[in-house]
């Protein structure tokens, strides 16, 4: 008896040990639903493209004296970046766009921080009017998880931005998991200044004096310090414009050059060479819902937040504005776009993947064994295994997306295997009147080799694709990583768990079902 027990393995320990291992298992219970709740939920796993982007504007440059004062300076800096194996750009009317590329595997964070200190160096010789460039790396998880759009029939397009922007938008950045609540489309306020060149060619200034009295003109600026007995106030000139009309009377008298040069006073205003028009701007993305114009909200969530608890914390919000009257009657807030239903879908279709699968593997069990009992081992070992399952996606950092539920829902039918063949071995053994704990440590050991065997040959097919590179690589090792946690999973449940529950289950009576099994089966 010794020597089997010594020889029968992890099998023989658990049956050997049945309190230990139902203790075990129960333990796993807890840390399994603490690993499901805690692991994050999203529409893709985390896929950051080894690219860093450089964008430069200029409106109305032309596309060759953009590339040669912008995209070469910052193309020759950008080209030495460490680790970068290309550079592409293209140039056209107003922007520079300049791309970066690196190996993947590349810590993507680093080599933006390269990137941005030699950016820091081509502006040295960028033109002092240009935009400041913006550099980023591409991120598909910054994509949005949410859009609303806004709409009124009562409100113009510029009034109804201006709500959305100083008052609507605002709500929804403090809250959990949400990094950006972005504005657009609709039509701003615009101050248009409109020149009379023949007027302004008379006086004798150009289009630069009237700019540069404007600016210098339309200004608040500090006063200083106002020291009192008790205390020091902060000062400011109002020098801004309340009004359109109020631009018409800045004076144009300009005082000296920028040279030293003295220039004599015109006495004229702004007024006398231009006119103001109070307008809109031109708008760059127009919105409209339900044939009214309207503006869009966009809501993008944090890199690691959950993109379920993002939106419906979101969405709450939103009913609590409606309920608390601060969003007015004639405005109209609708959900146009909502990340989480895909992501909804593909957990509720892998659920019922897993629920079928494990139904119709204890229906089969029931049908081959006959046995109630027996196949409620089969019915308790496949939650448990999903359970460590999911304490190794933890583990490991991962979340549940398309790549792992697809692997989960894969796995499920990897999960009865070792199980199956465990069960059924113990069981044949019991039916040939073998049904003493030593019997059933032999039979657990008969087939103990075989269901590791069989283990690694399906971790050894499917491992292998961890080493595919490039953006497939990234794409599918959470996928394959999910399957062999299943496999691994599903091997330890059926050396421990299973053998300890089926060596005390000692009915070998045949059911209905297994004698209809076995006509159906001896007719074949």
């Excluded at 049904?435 to 440590?441: F, N, Y």
Aim: proline share 4%.
């Amino acid at each position: 008896m010794t020597a089997r027990f010594r020889t029968g393995g992890l099998a023989s320990w658990a049956v050997r040990r049945p309190v230990a291992v139902c203790v075990l298992a129960t333990a796993i219970v807890a840390p399994g639903l603490f690993a499901l709740w805690q692991l994050n939920v999203d529409l893709l796993p985390e896929l950051i493209y080894p690219t860093v982007h450089v964008r430069v504007t200029n409106p109305g440059v032309s596309s060759r004296i953009m590339e040669d004062q912008v995209t070469r300076a910052v193309e020759e800096q950008l080209s030495v970046t460490e680790g970068a194996v290309d550079v592409q750009s293209f140039t056209r009317e107003g922007r520079s766009a300049i791309d970066l590329f690196f190996p993947y595997g590349t810590d993507i964070n680093s080599a933006l921080r390269d990137a941005s200190t030699r950016l820091d160096r081509a502006k040295r010789q960028l033109p002092a009017d240009i935009d400041p460039p913006s550099i980023y790396k591409r991120d598909p998880a910054q994509a949005p998880v949410m859009e609303l759009v806004v709409s009124s029939d009562l409100r113009d397009t510029t009034e109804l931005f201006e709500w959305v922007d100083y008052l609507f938008a605002r709500n929804f950045v403090n809250l959990p998991g949400v990094a950006a609540a972005e504005v657009g489309g609709g039509a701003a306020r615009e101050i248009d200044i409109e020149v009379d060149q023949e007027r302004l060619s008379v006086s004798g200034l150009t289009f630069g004096d009237l700019a540069d009295a404007v600016t210098a003109e339309n200004r608040d600026a500090t006063g200083g310090q106002l020291v009192t007995s008790r205390r020091e106030l902060s000062a400011r000139i109002a020098g801004r414009a309340q009004e359109p009309g109020d631009l018409l009377q800045i004076p144009l008298d300009i005082g000296a050059a920028a040279d030293g040069d003295s220039v004599p006073e015109t006495g004229l205003n702004v007024g006398d060479v231009a006119r103001i028009t109070d307008g809109l701007a031109r708008e760059q993305l127009r919105i409209r819902l339900n044939d009214l114009p309207g503006v869009k909200v966009t809501i993008r969530k944090q890199p690691l937040a959950n993109t379920i608890a993002v939106v419906d914390n979101v969405t709450r919000h939103l009913d609590w504005m409606r309920d608390n009257q601060l969003i007015p009657g004639d405005v109209e807030v609708h959900i146009v776009n909502d990340q989480s239903v895909f992501i909804r879908h593909a957990l509720r279709n892998a659920a019922t993947a897993a629920l079928l699968g494990g139904l119709l593997a204890m229906t089969v069990v029931y049908l081959f064994l006959g046995n109630l009992k027996r196949t409620l081992i089969v019915g308790t070992s496949i939650p448990l295994a999903l359970l460590v399952t999911f304490l190794l996606m933890q583990l490991a950092g991962l979340s549940l997306n398309i790549m792992t539920l697809g692997g989960l829902a894969l796995g499920i039918g990897i999960l009865v295997d070792s199980t199956i063949v465990m069960l059924e071995n113990i069981y044949r053994h019991q039916r040939a009147g073998e049904a003493s704990l030593d019997d059933a440590i032999a039979a657990a050991r008969e087939v103990n080799s075989p269901i590791v065997a069989s283990t690694t040959t399906n971790l050894v097919a499917v491992l292998p694709f961890v080493l595919i590179g490039g953006l497939m690589g990234l794409l599918f090792r959470e996928l394959i990583f999910t399957i062999s946690a299943a496999i691994v999973a599903s091997m330890i449940v059926a050396l421990t768990l299973v053998p300890t529950l089926a060596a005390r289950v000692r009915d070998t009576r045949d059911g209905a079902a297994r004698r209809i099994t076995d006509r159906i089966t001896h007719w074949l």
